[in-house]
């Protein structure tokens, strides 16, 4: 198991890449949908935290994983059956995630333990693929054993947290330094013991078709509001503006994402891989939370909701503003130049979206209100059609990136 060549020609996504992402379908579904139920109540706060806890668990299971096979995968017996046997853990960890959204709702702790559960199949078998690596690979020894310290390292704490299940206060403190200690052990074994062969356009794939899966989770919102319309009127005009404007917002948002240059950028800089990947964080979490705030609309209009007509609006705007923030903080961190161009298409966005969640407040019905919103990615779409790609070519140029 020695390192792969990080500059092959026309490296993809194995099979076995894509089956061991359909997991995090799963995992992603049921945080959508326990927050979408809390934020339905009023919950706001406190589904919150429990939905970002749960994105950062689900997303950084993918990370740890994800990294190592683009460095390291060579697709044997053994690598497969440790593949399958993480699957198996991110299930675990997606079943314990409704207990730990009601410990959360609840006040009093944090309720990890099946996620801890899950986490530890997990983990066991990536430090076995790094010790694998380690022994196999002299010259990235160092980053590997690196990773499978730092990887039983925080587990022990987390299964600590689990065990001990402290106060929600004081196991939120800890848990943002396990998460902390998590971060920061890529950035020690990636910068400080050697790196690994990781490959550019490989991992820029990768990250690019886990953001098409929590996509996923606006088309399930959206045929769950459509559904919740087309039973509560039948087919009707607000049916087909729903439908319109689910669906446009999932395409906009694709969209814009595939408009970062990734892959050219990481070629020639791959120290400013680690900000672009950690971004991926937040940038996922408001995807999956866009889907979410789809089904407090089916809840809201099925009559189950507790909250205004503003508030559900807000639950699809709010996150779609935070992933536009996101998209951009991707491209600066990767060319780290200033830009006006896309100052001006993120006040525009906002304006878009202040525009929806403005009319609700005034009274518009929701099917309009959700039109609006659907026209938040349109303007960096327009935008880019007709400037940003020779404007960001033109940054590219002067990186030195080749096309």
Known sequence: MVGRDPDAEHRQATPLELLFDLTFVVAFGIAGEQFAHMYAEGHYGSGLFAFAFACFAIVWAWISYSWFASAFDTQDWVVRLITML???????????????FRAVDSGHHLGNEVMVAGYVVMRIAMVLLWLRAARADSRHRDACIAYAVGISLAQAGWVTLAVVQPSLRAATVVGLALILFELATPWFAQGRRGGTPWHPGHIAERYGLLTIITLGEGVIGTVASLSAVVDENGWSADAVLIATAGTG????????????PAERVLRRHRDRAMAWGYLHIPLLAALAATGAGLHVAAYFIEGEAHIGATSVVVSVALPVGVFVI???????ALV????????????????????????SAAGAALSVCFVMVMLAPIVTVVGYELVGHRHVEAILQRLGTRS
């Open 326 to 332: 996101c998209l951009y903080g991707l491209h600066t």
């Open 336 to 359: 780290r130049v200033g830009d006006r161009f896309h100052l001006a298409l993120m006040a525009a966005t906002a304006l878009v979206l202040g525009a929806a969640v403005a009319l």
């Open 86 to 100: 993480q699957m198996a853990g991110v299930v675990v960890l997606a079943l314990g995630l409704p207990q730990m």
């Open 249 to 260: 917002l999932t395409f906009g948002l694709w969209w814009m994402y595939f408009i970062v």
